[in-house]
């Protein structure tokens, strides 16, 4: 009969069977009362199956059945001829409302009790869906990594080859100026160069990181031989206009965050080109800004890397945002206030690795350094406290000022104090990581922040916001947004990574959980020249 070929309800077993087929059956009765001799398929079936099934058990193997009643508590799963109990609590890892989407469906599952003598054989499906997200779940590392590689990719391969010029797929601002295009590569190269730095000095290892990290240092290596080199077609535009000033100071920084891992290693003639393209930048005349802070970068740098330096453009530029400082870890860029984010951009960062490379320079000058220092990075602390309080639960920070579609260098001071492992007592390692996190996720998941070939697109939060450029702006411009990738200078087992995520200021403030009360910060280290 047909409940003894299969347990599956209303078959036609004409399509899983003709006459002539060779089958294996068990004689159940000799006289069913009528004459005949009672046979059952789907008993020899099950006896076959059972053990698969107690192996399956054993071993934690991964079955698939299809879904043939939908019963008050759960499913009944068919597999191999077997019913398979599947509760209601074990289908999914939510909450469904209704189960007879499932009937009729194939299903993957494990055994959690298999008892055939009882007939009690329970499956389920709840920890395989439970184990794949968590395999496919990146870790906040693995993710920050990912996007890391996929800014550099594309840039470091091409100019390693001498190629970035020809491949790179360029964008200009609707009110870009007259100056000359060929900017555009010292702006991709030195700020992109400035953000990936610190991670690039870990050391080698076998994991898919390291591999990767790897081989962006033996790129950028290359890379850093032919901007300089006046016979590559990738040398950069040394010379050419007050811009290279700019983004010659962020080649500067990137040997500065990684000096000896990506200094040290070039050979002496690539290193004596960078020192003579640095000093040639002396014929330009600074705005009286953060650019400044351009100069003092290149000539301390100058200083540590043994080359002549002018110590006056160091000094004046510190005397200089000294003036600028309004207090609360803002500065003025320049003589007026603007509410914007150069205290992002480059007050902060520059100001820290002006001093301290000269400090390391051992330069013994009218200005105290370490004391500078010491007092600047209590004003870095305090402004990563605010560009903290900036993020809200949703992973988004205010847009505000001029030179916003550098996207994540808002957040390059607590990144900064992250790496340096000098965030202030208010902020824990785990909540800087998510809140961080959670802005790279908003910003970027959308992938449309880049090109057709792979480079970053003008725009905020996206590529169709082409009206926040500035005149200046193109899309070499915006690698600086790697300048928040600086904690992946921290090993994977550092506490940064390791510990576990935390909500950060808003999340606690909109939630009715305690949060630290802010309130100002006073300098209270004092300067005086030493003579």
Not at 68 to 75: A, D, E, S, Y
Not at 319 to 336: L, M, N, Q, T
Not at 358 to 370: E, H
Request: proline residues 5%; hydrophobic residues 35%; glycine residues 6%.
């Amino acid at each position: 009969t047909r409940n003894e070929y299969t347990n599956t309800p209303n078959v036609d077993l004409t399509e899983l069977v003709k006459v002539g087929d060779p089958i294996t059956v068990k004689v159940i009765k000799t006289n069913d009362g009528e004459g005949q001799v009672a046979l059952s398929y789907k008993r020899v079936a099950a006896e076959k199956v059972n053990e698969k099934l107690e192996e399956a058990f054993n071993n934690g193997d991964i079955l698939t059945g299809k879904v043939v009643q939908v019963v008050n508590g759960g499913l009944n799963v068919l597999y191999e001829e077997t019913r398979i109990f599947i509760p209601a609590s074990l289908v999914s890892d939510s909450y469904v409302k209704d189960f007879s989407e499932y009937n009729g469906k194939e299903i993957t599952f494990v055994l959690t009790e298999y008892d055939p003598k009882n007939r009690k054989v329970i499956g389920d499906c709840k920890q395989l869906i439970v184990a794949k997200k968590k395999a496919a779940q990146q870790s906040d590392r693995q993710y920050w990594c990912s996007l890391a590689y996929k800014m550099a990719q594309p840039v470091l391969e091409n100019m390693a080859k001498g190629e970035l010029q020809k491949n790179m797929q360029t964008e200009f601002s609707p009110s870009f100026d007259n100056r000359n295009r060929k900017v555009l590569y010292m702006e991709c190269f030195g700020r992109l160069m400035a953000g990936v730095a610190p991670w690039l000095t870990l050391p080698d290892d076998a994991t898919a990181e390291g591999k990767q990290r790897k081989q962006l240092r033996e790129w950028a290596l290359a890379s850093y031989k032919n901007a300089v080199d006046p016979q590559n077609p990738d040398y950069l535009c040394w010379g050419i206009g007050g811009q290279n000033l700019v983004d010659a100071a962020y080649i500067a920084e990137s040997f500065l965050r990684a000096y000896d891992t990506l200094w040290k290693p070039l050979d002496e003639v690539t290193k004596k080109r960078y020192l003579t393209e640095f000093a040639k930048l002396r014929h330009i005349d600074p705005p009286y800004t953060n650019w400044l802070l351009f100069s003092s970068t290149i000539e301390s740098f100058m200083a540590k890397a043994g080359g002549d330096f002018d110590e006056y453009r160091v000094n004046s530029a510190c005397r200089k945002v000294e003036e600028w400082y309004v207090g609360d870890g803002w500065y003025a860029d320049g003589p007026s206030f603007a509410f914007d984010y150069y205290s992002s951009y480059v007050f902060h960062p520059m100001y820290l690795e002006t001093l301290q490379a000269m400090v390391d320079a051992k330069v013994n000058s009218r200005l105290d350094y370490q004391k500078y220092y010491d007092r600047e990075l209590k004003r870095c602390q305090k402004y990563s406290i605010i560009l903290e309080r900036f993020i809200s639960p949703e992973g988004t920070f205010p847009a505000f000022g001029r030179s916003i579609p550098y996207r994540m260098a808002t957040m390059q001071p607590l990144a900064l104090m992250a790496w340096y492992q000098k965030l202030p007592k208010d902020l824990s390692n785990g909540q800087v990581r998510a809140a961080l996190t959670k802005v790279l996720h908003r910003m970027f998941d959308q992938e449309n922040n880049f090109n057709e070939k792979g480079y970053l697109s003008i725009g905020f939060c996206g590529n169709t916001q082409k009206n926040v450029a500035d005149w200046y702006t193109n899309n070499g411009s915006l690698y600086m947004t790697t300048l928040a990738f600086m904690p992946l200078g921290l090993p994977a087992d550092h506490p940064f990574w390791t510990d576990a995520a935390q909500p950060w200021t808003q999340v606690k403030a909109w939630n009715n959980q305690q949060f630290p009360k802010d309130h100002h910060w006073k300098d209270d280290i004092v300067t005086k020249d030493k003579w």
